[in-house]
């Protein structure tokens, strides 16, 4: 299979430009031998290293990547596919994430999900970002899972090691659930998936009257996974879960919000700017003590009495010296409204 265009989900026209240089001669690889050996990928990065091509950087590395996954899952690329990404954009304090990628209904193959991690890690000492807006372009899908048939396939011949093809979403799901920014989490169209983390991963949660959520999992004759039987038992009731993940059967916005799930249920032309509200509110607020009581939540769901009391007290104390503790308490004093920081 020829390579005819740019990878999928190239962000910048730096990669897709060095992407594009590179295809005459990763065709003359696939032409010559008709192959290219599957993963472990570093003996493939090792032929086409050989060629000429340095895949020791990273934006190397990405352009390399791309082109093996592609090839191997057999998968041609098209030529506007090029722009197709996540999206990140930084403004008055609020990081917007916009997954882009409509050629896979808003699926999240693994560069992406590892943008996500590299995203949610620096999040935490960014100064410019207060809170975080999750969202996905277009009406029709929210996110419809990990992209399976986009992602690099397990070794050959050894079957155990597809244990590890859902790394780099587990990786993703980790560094959001430590995440100490606020998020929230603007949720349309359908939801399928991996896509329920990412939805309900977030602190708050806005969702489209009508979106369709189905789990999909077990109708596709899989185990969840992603993290999924970690932190879905923390988020929905057990009985409410079973009957989402052991029956597949699609529900929609209106039940999860019964349920207790949505924060706020609105109509479509209504989401972004309820969805925005709320992260503009959260932005507002002291961004340190947010970060200190999402972590003391999650802690308590997984350690004992004595070490969430622990880690309360140490926080309490650490937090009293801030910046915007002593602002809260001098505004009081002078009866004016607080200017917060973040600090």
């Known amino acids: 299979m020829a390579i005819r265009s740019a990878p999928v989900s190239k962000r910048n026209a730096v990669d897709v430009k060095l992407c594009a240089s590179w295809m005459p001669a990763f065709n003359r690889i696939v032409g010559a031998r008709g192959t290219i050996r599957p993963r472990p990928w570093d003996h493939a990065y090792d032929e086409l290293e050989a060629t000429g091509l ?17 090839y191997h899952a057999g998968t041609p690329m098209t030529e ?22 409509p050629s896979m ?29 999750i969202r996905s372009s277009g009406d029709r899908d929210f996110c419809l899972g990990g ?3 986009k992602n690099p396939p397990p070794l050959a011949n050894n079957p155990i090691d597809y244990r590890f093809t859902s790394t780099p979403h587990i990786e993703m799901f980790k560094a959001m659930w430590e995440l100490e920014r606020p998020v929230v989490s603007a949720v349309q169209g359908t939801v399928a998936g991996v896509g329920w983390l990412l939805a309900l991963l977030a602190d708050m949660v806005v969702a489209a009257k009508g979106s369709r959520w189905t789990h999909v999992f077990i109708k596709r004759g899989m185990i969840p ?4 039987a ?22 929609t916005a209106e039940t999860l919000s019964n349920w207790g799930l949505i924060n706020r249920l609105v109509e479509r032309e209504d989401l972004e700017e309820t969805a925005m509200d709320l992260a503009r509110k959260l ?16 802690r308590s ?12 007290m140490t926080g309490q104390a650490l937090y009293s010296t801030s910046t915007d503790r002593n602002e809260i308490i001098a505004a009081g004093r002078e009866g004016r409204k607080p200017t917060l920081t973040g600090n």
């Open 230 to 251: 970690f932190y879905l038992p923390r988020i929905i009731p057990f009985h409410r879960l079973n009957e989402i993940a052991l029956l597949g059967d699609a529900v």
């Open 283 to 298: 932005a507002d607020q002291p961004t340190r003590a947010i970060g200190l009581a999402k972590r003391h939540y999650r």
């Open 301 to 312: 769901l997984e350690a004992d009495w004595n070490t969430v009391l622990r880690e309360e």
């Open 80 to 101: 506007n596919s090029d722009d197709e990404g996540l999206k990140i954009e930084v403004k008055d304090g609020i990081a917007i994430l916009t997954l882009d990628t």
């Open 105 to 133: 209904r808003n699926s999240i193959p693994n560069d992406l999900a590892a943008e996500y991690t590299r995203f949610f890690k620096e999040a935490n000492t960014r100064q410019d970002v207060r809170s975080i807006l």
């Open 225 to 228: 996974h992603a993290g999924d």
């Open 54 to 70: 340095n895949v020791s950087s990273n934006a190397g590395r990405t352009c390399a990547t791309h082109f093996l996954s592609q």
């Open 147 to 149: 992209a399976a048939g």
